[in-house]
Nanobody, 123 residues
Framework: QVHVAESGGGSVQPGGSLRLSCKAS??????LGWFRQAPGKERQGVAH????????YYRDSVKGRFTISQDKSKNMIYLQMNDLKSEDTAMYYC??????????????????WGQGTQVTVSS
């Protein structure tokens, strides 16, 4: 069982930045990542990071704007989001591999989910 809890959402104007944080417990050898879901749309993977080697994976629409990173000493991952666009508006969820009813994204299978944090990009 892995517990993940995210924070750091908010409202920002287009072109602005936000940083999301997620604490994972325990911080196991796995993929940790971020998903998002906008109203009326399916949940989609945003980015993930391998806790062992630190390799990262991004969906095409966020490449060059979002950066996922980790701090193993704090059991944390982060999602730095720059140049935010209105289409980035969604509930963002932290996720870890394992568990049941897994969702595949970038070669990892996620089955542990946080409660979500809202990101709103609007002028």
């Amino acid at each position: 069982q892995v517990h993940v809890a995210e924070s750091g959402g908010g409202s920002v104007q287009p072109g602005g930045s936000l940083r999301l944080s997620c604490k994972a417990s325990p911080y196991v050898s796995a993929c940790l990542g971020w998903f998002r879901q906008a109203p009326g749309k399916e949940r989609q993977g945003v980015a993930h990071i391998s806790t062992d080697g630190g390799s990262t994976y991004y969906r095409d629409s966020v490449k060059g704007r979002f950066t996922i990173s980790q701090d193993k000493s704090k059991n944390m991952i982060y999602l730095q989001m720059n140049d935010l666009k209105s289409e980035d508006t969604a509930m963002y969820y932290c996720a870890a591999t394992g568990g049941l009813d897994r969702t595949a994204f970038g070669g990892c299978y996620f089955g542990y989910w946080g409660q979500g944090t809202q990101v709103t990009v609007s002028s």
